[in-house]
């Protein structure tokens, strides 16, 4: 019985591991065609993936290629637009020479007739002076009476003629005479009166203790440097040079005040954008008191006292203007010193003579301020503030715009042109691009929410900051396209202009 149960035993047993065997290799092949088969989907998918990335990166280079080729079609729309404005003033120019040519031809006819008809006339005159004296030899025996009333007749006329040649000698003399002696009177005073110049330049170099204080004038990110250059409007350059920093702008005013207050910050030490606001202002306030002062030494100089604190003000911004590369400041005590000699040669008040000299070119001062030529805002703030008719006067016509009242009108007039044409006194250049320089300031200004705007980089690069109640983000981008399609279209410039709109909100508040 025990045998028969191990028999049955073994039989069972070995048909289980038989069943197991079985079950096991039918799981093992089930598990390997699921593992073929996600391995395909797999390797679908990845090949599905490639081909996308592929297609997306064809998309992009084409998209990159695409805006190459609109920039350039843009930039040669523009160099078309640009040939076409200039074949458009070389046409213009071209019909203006031919109109000069013809009218130059029709003056020439028209001399010519009158030439021939004058030609005609004398000979006429001639034929009727010899007829007349033949009638006379045939009259001769008429009565005395007649005789002499025609001779006297005949003479008259001759003496006439006679008279008014020794009429135009005799003012030939005299004009010729009042050259010398004003040739004379000019030279004696231009002997008596010489003044040194020197030219203005448009950059300022600040020392600095070492290089180290370089990175703390640039600060962290640039923020240091670019807080200096919004609050004064100049061009900060830091390079390689040991031992300086460039402060650079067109305007004098503002590059003295940013080079003040450059000093300062170096020297306190404390480089961060508030400090920075708190030097700049101090030193726009230093600069107003250092422009009163000039105004009161060159009044001085000039002897000319009792002058209004506004005059005395505006004289003093002079010291920071040019004409032509000329201190200006220094051209009107010029004037003032070569009219008051003038003046006392020809027996004139030579107090009035300086007064007037002094202060011809005081529009020069308000001009970007008021509207009109500086001869014109000149006599109007003179006006303004209690001058004498013969010093209005002498402003407003010291360029000859309008006929002279006074002989101080005269006077400043010869002594502005002596002091102007001397050699060394003016230099064009400088002064034609410090003039496209203000032009470009003055365009940017023009335009609706612009608070402040800023020529640097010697003219290539023009920063404009914008009201941020007045001028959001979309509106920045449209004003900085329309300026610099503005500056195309007004101004001639050499290269190209960067224009750079800026928009910040700054709150301040005090804690008490």
């Keep these: 019985m025990d045998t028969v149960s191990t028999l049955l035993g073994l039989v069972f047993g070995g048909a289980a591991g038989f069943f197991a065997e079985r079950l096991i290799r039918g799981s093992a092949y089930k598990t390997q065609?699921?593992?073929l088969e996600l391995a395909k989907r797999d390797g679908e998918n990845l090949r599905r993936d490639a081909e996308l990335s592929a297609k997306e990166e064809g998309l992009k280079r084409r998209e990159s290629v695409e805006k190459e080729l609109n920039s350039l079609r843009d930039e040669i729309r523009n160099q078309e637009r640009k040939l076409d404005k200039r074949e458009s003033g070389l046409k213009d120019q071209q019909d203006d020479i031919a109109k000069k040519e013809r009218m130059l031809e029709t003056t020439q006819l028209k001399l010519s007739e009158r030439g021939k008809v004058v030609d005609a006339r004398e000979k006429e005159l001639e034929k009727i002076i010899k007829q007349e004296q033949e009638q006379l030899y045939k009259i001769s025996g008429l009565d005395q009476k007649t005789a002499t009333s025609m001779l006297m007749d005949q003479l008259e006329r001759e003496l006439k003629n006679e008279t008014g040649g020794l009429i135009l000698k005799h003012e030939a003399e005299l004009k010729q005479q009042s050259e010398k002696l004003a040739r004379e009177i000019i030279g004696m005073s231009i002997q008596k009166y010489a003044s040194a110049h020197t030219s203005e330049t448009t950059v300022s170099t600040v020392d600095i203790p070492n290089d180290e204080m370089k990175g703390r004038i640039i600060g962290r990110e640039g923020r240091n440097i670019r807080a200096f250059e919004k609050a004064t409007g100049v061009d900060v350059i830091v390079d390689d040079t040991p031992g300086v920093v460039v402060v650079s702008a067109f305007d004098s005013v503002r590059r003295e005040t940013a080079k003040q207050a450059m000093v300062k910050l170096i020297q306190d030490g404390r480089i961060h954008p508030t400090r920075i606001d708190e030097i700049v202002l101090e030193s726009?306030?230093?600069m107003e008191e250092f422009i009163r002062r000039q105004g009161a030494e060159a009044a001085q100089e000039a002897d000319v006292p009792n002058l209004h604190e506004k005059v005395i003000e505006l004289m003093g911004r002079l010291y920071f203007r040019t004409s032509y590369s000329q201190n200006v400041?220094?051209?009107?005590?010029?004037?003032a010193h070569l009219t008051g000699m003038m003046a006392v040669q020809l027996g004139l008040n030579g107090n009035l003579a300086r007064r007037c000299g002094f202060l011809h070119d005081i529009g020069k001062a308000a001009d970007h301020e008021m509207e009109g030529g500086h001869p014109a805002v000149g006599a109007e703030l003179l006006k303004r503030y209690g001058e004498k008719g013969e010093v209005v006067h002498a402003a407003k016509g010291h360029h000859d715009?309008?006929?002279?009242?006074?002989?101080?009108?005269?006077?400043?007039?010869?002594?502005?042109?002596c002091s102007a044409s001397r050699p060394g006194a003016r230099r064009e250049t400088l002064e034609k691009y410090v003039r496209r320089l203000e032009e470009l300031e003055t365009l940017a200004c023009g335009f609706p929410g612009v608070e402040q705007a800023f020529a640097v980089q010697a003219g290539r690069e023009i920063r404009v900051i914008v009201n941020p109640a007045d001028v959001n983000d979309r509106e920045a981008a449209k004003l900085c396209r329309d300026l610099a399609t503005s500056i195309e279209q007004t101004l001639t410039y050499p290269g190209e202009v960067k224009v750079t709109v800026l928009r910040e909100t700054k709150i301040i508040e005090y804690a008490k």
């Design 329 to 335: 400041l220094r051209h009107s005590i010029e004037v």
């Design 33 to 35: 065609n699921e593992i």
């Design 284 to 286: 726009q306030k230093e």
């Design 401 to 417: 715009d309008i006929r002279p009242e006074y002989i101080y009108t005269v006077l400043v007039a010869a002594a502005d042109a």
